[in-house]
């Protein structure tokens, strides 16, 4: 948390910029009102970077827009019915929007849009009063109707007005606070915290896809965690995530095992630090994050308790992967991100075999061809998968998993192992064999990549003779 000078001086560098003076001299010659609003206020308060800049005015959208037209390069009017009018000015992107006065049905998400006039009411039906934060322009005076200066002060997360009406207006800001909570390091209150729990059910009337775009940005933040956990206590993940919760296994008295909830929790935390640290996947990585946090879905449905005080979790790999394809399709996600997550989850215990007993480079092979483009993902998924407090059972898996990684790039530097194929492609083999496009092409071509696979390059000569070899064998004589 800043110093309120520190917080105020930053905002004035922000003012001063070509973007917001331009913007604030042309609404002050029109007459109208204009104050920055929301997530840069109060980021300028905790020393972090704004990279959006949102405006509220008294203005109509009609009003905005004669004011804006004439100083942006461009600009769009897409949220017209809500207020929000659009534009670049300066090479930024800015949003301007009518102060709102909104009434909710509640049923709908979708408020009956109702224009104020005056910015502390605006501010006051907002989510949380620490984005309940405006700075007047160009006057540069702080804002601030509900104490959210004094709640950022004690890391807690309110809504300016009853929680049970701003949630049961809005349910989506339930899932909200859940992000913020992970986004900021803030707390819930307890009024707060009673209301997620009693309104949990009613983010039942919010879609799917609006659902999954806050689920994708809680799992985006740096420490999702915190977040995550409250997703769960509130009740809203049995609702939108069951499966989460149901990692919470009960215990039985003779058959221990760990925490399978808390182990996701923290295998998305190491997978978020090696996909940092190693620097090879965009980050923040969802697809990553989902298959982490999903990686161990399969294991209430193939919970066995055996003899001896063993509990099993046969083939949750497959149950897993099932699992989380029909989830994330509910959820909207896309097809690439459902099928990366679902092959990640399956393919995550592969690499434990290898600790039993040294894998052939024909192995090797068929682990990176199985992972194909999830290659990285899944090393991150695998060493992030161990969570033992052994450290010398930690310490032999880590080396282990040095070993496979060594052993590809051995095995690429030599054959160029990332996009192994076979020695002949199918119009050589249709040429070789005399025969015409059909189901024994493709067998032939499996036939020679599985010899690409247990031999590694074979050569155009070789690889035709055993190609011949293997079709006179099957052919009738």
């Not at 948390?1 to 029109?30: C, D, I, K, N, Y």
């Not at 099932?322 to 990640?344: G, H, M, P, Q, Y």
């Not at 990285?376 to 496979?404: G, M, Q």
Request: aromatic share 6%.
């Amino acid at each position: 948390m800043q110093s309120v000078a520190a917080a105020l001086e930053r905002l004035g560098e922000v003012a001063a910029s070509p973007t917001v003076s331009r913007l604030a001299t042309a609404f002050a010659a029109a007459g109208h009102e204009l104050a920055l609003v929301g997530g840069p206020v109060r980021d300028a308060f905790l020393g972090r970077v704004a990279h959006d800049l949102d405006f509220t005015t008294d203005a109509t959208p009609d009003q905005i827009l004669a004011i804006i037209a004439p100083i942006s390069e461009a600009h769009w009017d897409i949220g017209r019915q809500f207020g929000t009018i659009g534009a670049k000015i300066a090479g930024e992107t800015v949003e301007v929007t009518t102060y709102r006065a909104d009434s909710y049905d509640g049923e709908s998400r979708k408020p009956d849009v109702v224009f104020g006039s005056s910015l502390e009411d605006d501010l006051l039906r907002r989510d949380f009063t620490v984005n309940a934060l405006a700075l007047r322009l160009p006057e540069m005076k702080l804002v601030d109707p509900s104490g959210g200066i004094d709640d950022m002060l004690e890391g807690r997360l309110r809504t300016p007005s009853s929680p049970a009406v701003s949630f049961g207006d809005d349910p989506l800001r339930m899932m909200r606070a859940c992000r913020f909570t992970a986004q900021l390091g803030f707390l819930v209150d307890d009024e707060t915290e009673a209301a997620l729990i009693e309104l949990a059910p009613s983010i039942d009337r919010i879609s799917a896809e609006r659902v999954n775009e806050e689920l994708s940005k809680l799992l985006k933040t740096d420490e999702p965690r915190r977040g995550l956990e409250l997703l769960v206590d509130s009740g809203l993940a049995a609702r939108v995530l069951p499966e989460l919760p149901a990692l919470r296994l009960e215990v039985d008295e003779h058959h221990h095992h760990k925490d399978v909830y808390q182990h996701s929790l923290t295998v998305l935390e190491q997978a978020i630090g090696y996909e940092k640290a190693r620097g090879n996947l965009v980050s923040p990585d969802l697809t990553l994050r989902l298959a982490a946090l999903l990686h161990d879905i399969g294991k209430p449905a193939t919970r066995k308790l055996e003899g001896g005080g063993i509990v099993s979790f046969h083939h949750h790999d497959v149950v897993g992967s099932k699992l989380a394809r029909k989830r994330l399709r509910e959820l909207r996600f896309d097809n690439d991100t459902i099928a990366a997550v679902s092959r990640l989850i399956e393919l995550h215990l592969r690499f434990f075999g290898y600790t039993e007993g040294a894998w052939t480079d024909s192995a090797v092979r068929r682990y990176v061809r199985d992972a194909g483009d999830q290659l990285e993902r899944l090393h991150i998924l695998t060493r992030a998968d161990v969570t033992t407090r052994n450290k010398r059972k930690a310490d032999r898996l880590a080396f282990a998993y040095d070993d496979i990684e060594r052993r590809m790039t051995e095995l690429a530097e030599q054959e160029e192992l990332a996009a192994v194929r076979p020695d002949l492609d199918g119009e050589q083999i249709m040429a070789i064999l005399g025969i015409r496009p059909g189901r024994e092409v493709g067998e032939a071509y499996r036939f020679l990549l599985e010899l690409r696979l247990d031999d590694g390059p074979l050569g155009e000569e070789v690889a035709t003779e055993r190609l011949r070899a293997w079709w006179a064998e099957r052919s009738p004589a």
